[in-house]
């Protein structure tokens, strides 16, 4: 079992940043790949950013690339994603995942999810 546990969402005007967090327990860390989604009312769940369980490999939805940035800190059990020149259509409730195998782009790929951090930005 993983649990994962989001925050660093909030409130943000266009042009903004933000750096969302997710701890992760219950599982070694450094041994499997961390994805970034979200979910936009009225949308389907839509893939972020996704990282490597060493951090060499990241991925990026072509919406977000150049402007996020996705990380993690083994050491720490915590993945990151910086989240800058933000628009009102970042507007969504962002997820953390776990997948035990290398990172995917395609959200049913993943074994665990958090509970999602709200990030609004207005304009």
């Known amino acids: 079992q993983v649990q994962l546990v989001e925050s660093g969402g909030g409130l943000v005007q266009a042009g903004g940043s933000l750096r969302l967090s997710c701890a992760a327990s219950?599982?070694?860390?450094?041994?499997?790949?961390m994805g970034w989604f979200r979910q936009a009312p009225g949308k389907e769940r839509e893939f972020v950013a996704a990282?490597?369980?060493?951090?060499?490999?990241?991925y990026y939805a072509d919406s977000v690339k150049g402007r996020f940035t996705i990380s993690r800190d083994n050491a720490k059990n915590m993945v990151y994603l910086q989240m800058n020149g933000l628009k009102p259509e970042d507007t969504a409730v962002y997820y953390c995942?776990?997948?035990?195998?290398?990172?995917?782009?395609?959200?049913?790929?993943?074994?665990?999810w958090g509970q999602g951090t709200q990030v609004t930005v207005s304009s």
């Open positions: 995942a776990v997948r035990l195998a290398p990172p995917s782009t395609r959200g049913r790929e993943y074994d665990y």
């Open positions: 219950g599982r070694t860390f450094s041994t499997y790949a």
């Open positions: 990282i490597s369980w060493s951090g060499g490999s990241t």
